[in-house]
């Protein structure tokens, strides 16, 4: 497994212009991944993951930008390729498994011509070829009678389905890169488990790289290589993922982890208290921050110069790192 | 043929429809004050109480309404559809040479204006803050607001005295041949303004309504996914999203097609444009009440036509619909 980066991300700034301020969505994250590696990404809803992945894929809502940073893929810098490059990339070195396989899909074509679409443009298949390197793709996903469901509609398949589809759209042309932007969080749980599983079937076949944008610190344990936690828009904490989530620096980590109803790994979870702990308190809103640390009106161990003062990168061991004044200490809950 | 069940419910359903149409309109007539023997007397400049008794006898009017509905029922049923004492000759075929004008004018002011709203809704949704998205938004509001037979009035005005491009009245030049392209293309010349001005209340209101439901379907997931693939922008668009923004434009289209018709009554009076809007206007004035009924009748089958149509169209472009179809 070659260790040369495939996406590094350095000092990334995303703002939104609400009409009125400009604020930052996303504030100062870095971080790299190599080439057929596996990036966790957790947090809270709305700290900036989602943002994060669009931001790679240069496909931010109107109304966000990327301010300042560096997004380099291959060696390539995304925010200055242009377009015609970065339509040359998507969907074919990188692509985005979405969070809502119900509404992702276009609902007036059938999921073979969607699927088929990416082929004969990226690799100007024509349509008979494309048809059945769709339904090849189909059954790597697991989809049954795929012969069939090629000229399905998207409303004649389940959720789960429907994200099978997606996956197979985003693999068709064997990317360098996947996104899964919180993959399962609109499906079952069963079926939450069988697209994770699929996800790390694909991966070991095709050595894609893939970044895994999750709630489930249980499936970042299993799947990722790296982790990244982030906080209102800062990343609190990056490292392999063993060593983060058996022994996490970032008082954030530690709760995200205790609050987890199915953490798989040994130590972080020893206690084992029967009830679901929760952290208190709630994502401040965005441009409301403390000056200090972001964390600090939430933090059981937060103290004045947490509240004041913005906190340095914090290296706690090879490799990982947090953002916070207190890495040296342990949680007294 | 997937299409065939749900369609064929459909016609059942107009059938029986139409036939409450018919009941409506018949007793609509009735409660309107003077039947056709006073118009008749009233042009004979008066007549005995006897005369007056013998023309009630005549027309059945001397019956009770519900043997009256009943005779005229029965006479529909069979194509029999009256006879005119204005244009004094079977009402059936008075409308079937009226019928064609109309069509023509209703169905290429209907196409121009799905063509032109849509495409200007839809250009200027891709640039909401132009300068075309403004211009639409105001035209629009203009055109939906200017009434008909002003636009007509002004239409000609402009285009046929100040500027004179095109005829002032009527669908064919009289001087000309009656066939052959000469005759096809007089008649297309004539029927510039009219359909124009029909077609501008349409062409505001498609333009605003394809321009708000193609910027709701630019912001879709389904548009994100499209361009993760690398799909070239004008691919997104007039793939991806211009389908899905079709679908309430195509809704409307079918709804409107009533009042289309209703506005053709205006417009083919303005420019006396040989159809069943201006028959129905001269045969409102002289109380021909067969013809009006008849009237009546066969817009109500044009509009019930157009809905099949618009359903048809729907489930072309929309396959959930499709799926649904049992």
Not at chain 1, 130 to 154: C, F, G, K, N
Not at chain 1, 237 to 252: I, K, N, W
Not at chain 2, 75 to 81: H, P, Q, R, S, W
Request: one cysteine or more.
């Amino acid at each position: 497994m070659g260790d040369e980066p495939l996406l590094e991300v350095r000092d990334l700034v995303v703002e939104v212009d609400t009409g009125k301020t400009v604020l930052p969505v996303i504030d100062g994250v870095s971080f790299i991944l190599a080439k057929g590696r596996t990036l966790g990404i957790v947090g809270e809803s709305g700290c900036g993951k989602s943002m994060t992945a669009l931001a790679v894929m240069q496909l931010l809502p109107p109304g966000f930008r990327i301010a300042s940073g560096e997004i380099r893929f291959c060696g390539e810098d995304l925010a200055r390729v242009g377009e015609r490059r970065l339509r040359a990339l998507r969907g074919n070195d990188m692509s985005m498994i979405f969070q809502e396989p119900m509404t992702s899909l276009n609902p007036v074509y059938t999921v073979g011509d969607q699927i088929g679409e990416t082929l004969r443009l990226h690799q100007r298949l024509g349509a008979a070829a494309a048809r059945q390197r769709t339904i090849e793709l189909l059954r790597s996903v697991h989809i049954p009678a795929a012969e069939r469901r090629v000229d399905d509609y998207p409303h004649q398949l389940s959720g789960g389905m429907r994200q099978r589809v997606m996956i197979a759209m985003a693999l068709a042309c064997r990317p360098k890169l996947i996104i899964a932007d919180e993959p399962t969080t609109a499906l079952d749980v069963t079926v939450q488990a069988q697209i994770f599983r699929l996800l790390e079937e694909l991966r070991e076949e095709t050595g894609t790289a893939i970044i895994l944008i999750t709630h489930d610190v249980g499936a970042v344990a299993e799947m990722a290589d790296e982790v990244a936690v982030f906080y209102a828009g800062k990343r609190a904490e990056f490292g392999p993922v063993d060593t983060v989530l058996s022994r996490a620096a970032h008082p954030y980590t530690r709760g995200l982890m205790a609050s987890t109803p199915r953490l798989r790994l040994g130590p972080a979870a020893a206690g084992a208290e029967p009830a679901l702990k929760e952290i208190a308190g709630v994502v401040p809103p965005l441009g409301e921050f403390e000056p200090g640390c972001r964390f600090s009106p939430r933090c059981p161990l937060a103290d004045l110069r947490c509240r004041d003062v913005p906190p340095p990168e914090e290296t706690v061991d090879r490799d990982h790192s947090a953002l916070c004044w207190k890495t040296g200490l342990e949680l007294v809950a | 043929m997937r299409h065939a069940y749900p369609i064929a419910i459909r016609l059942v359903q107009s059938l029986a429809l139409l036939v409450c149409v018919v009941v409506l309109n018949f007793l609509l007539i009735q409660l309107a004050p003077g039947d056709t023997v006073s118009v008749i007397v009233g042009e004979m400049g008066g007549a005995s109480p006897e005369t007056i008794a013998a023309l009630k006898a005549e027309y059945g009017l001397d019956q009770s309404i519900p043997a009256q509905l009943g005779i005229y029922l029965g006479k529909v049923l069979t194509g029999d559809l009256g006879y005119s004492h204005y244009f004094n000759r079977p009402v059936l075929g008075l409308i079937l040479e009226r019928l064609p004008a109309t069509i023509l004018l209703v169905v290429t002011s209907l196409i121009l204006a799905f063509v032109v709203g849509t495409a200007l809704g839809i250009f200027s949704a891709r640039r909401p803050k132009g300068i075309l998205s403004h211009f639409v938004t105001v035209f629009s509001l203009a055109g939906f607001s200017a009434p008909v037979f002003w636009t007509g009035l002004m239409m000609l005005i402009v285009f046929a005295s100040l500027i004179p491009l095109f005829p002032v009245s009527g669908m064919a030049d009289v001087a000309r041949p009656g066939q052959g392209l000469g005759y096809v293309l007089d008649v297309l010349h004539h029927l510039v303004l009219p359909a124009v001005t029909l077609g501008m209340i349409y062409v505001a209101s498609y333009s605003r309504l394809s321009r708000t439901s193609m910027l709701d379907v630019l912001s879709a997931d389904y548009i994100r996914t499209a361009r993760a693939k690398g799909l070239p922008e004008r691919r997104v668009v007039y793939k991806h999203a211009l389908r899905n923004a079709l679908l309430p434009v195509v809704t409307m289209v079918g709804m409107e097609f009533g009042q289309l018709f209703a506005g053709a009554v205006l417009v083919e009076t303005v420019f006396n444009w040989p159809g069943l809007g201006r028959l129905a206007y001269e045969s409102i004035l002289r109380r021909d009440y067969p013809t009006l009924l008849a009237i009546l009748l066969f817009s109500a089958m044009l509009v019930m036509v157009a809905n099949i149509l618009t359903d048809l169209a729907y489930r072309l472009i929309d396959p959930r619909i499709r799926g649904r179809g049992r």
